[in-house]
């Protein structure tokens, strides 16, 4: 085998290995730089000096108390659903 033909075989796998991984890469990309666009374009274009930053310290902490009740509330009727629908007693099942 020639160098030319190995080389053109290790460029073709090279190819096939990246064809193959493009779909997540581009996933990937996109989840991790369009956000960071728009922060950055966010940051060019407000006036930070006359941002109140305990105001949004606030917000922010409401925010995550309301993200953190609400989590905690789903989780809980999540574990109530379950214990209700494996209740032998409410659904007239009986383990015989």
Not at 64 to 91: C, E, I, K, M, N
């Amino acid at each position: 085998m020639t160098r030319r033909r190995r080389l053109l075989r290790v460029y073709a796998r090279i190819g096939r290995t990246y064809r193959a991984w493009a779909p997540s890469l581009l996933l990937m990309a996109a989840v991790v730089f369009i956000p960071l666009g728009f922060a950055d374009a966010l940051l060019h274009q407000v006036d930070t000096e006359s941002l109140n930053v305990t105001e949004g310290f606030k917000l922010a902490a409401f925010l995550g108390a309301l993200v953190a009740v609400t989590a905690s509330v789903d989780a809980s009727r999540a574990g109530q659903h379950d214990a209700v629908a494996s209740d032998p007693l409410l659904f007239g099942n009986t383990l015989e």
